[in-house]
């Protein structure tokens, strides 16, 4: 029988998750379509072969753009509004932090032991989302 490894899971989840505030911050970014290509990497561009410092950043925002479009809809999938409400606070909105499950409860206003039980249940919700649910083989056997 094949069953869900909820601990693996629930980590390759996060692992897509936490990647969305860089991914969305690029996405803002402004271009410059000035900057020339010997700018990005300081070698001069008569030796180099890359694309334009601007074309290869536009190309950036798009990639990003579309990773937190990917995010964005995956945690709207979600059934339950309050899942949907925790990752937001917790992976998507706000600023980098040290402590960002603390963060997180705060903005929530929710106890941190119901904040834990929701987040690991809303990992589980958006990983087959995101079609990161890692399986594994169960030794019982059901007859």
Partial sequence: MIVIDEVETRAAAEKILSDYRTARGIARMPVNQKITSAWSDGLPASTTNNDPYAQRYIEQKESAQQYVDWIDGA?????????????????????????????????????????????????????????????????????
């Fill in 75 to 143: 945690i709207a999938a979600i059934p339950k509004q309050m899942f949907q409400e925790l990752l937001r606070a917790r992976y998507c909105e706000g600023l980098e932090s040290n402590h960002p499950d603390m963060d997180a409860i705060d903005r929530l206003d929710i106890s941190a032991s119901k904040y834990f039980d929701d987040k690991r249940a809303a990992l589980l919700q958006v990983s087959r989302r995101l079609h990161c649910t890692v399986y594994m083989e169960s030794e019982a056997e059901f007859g």
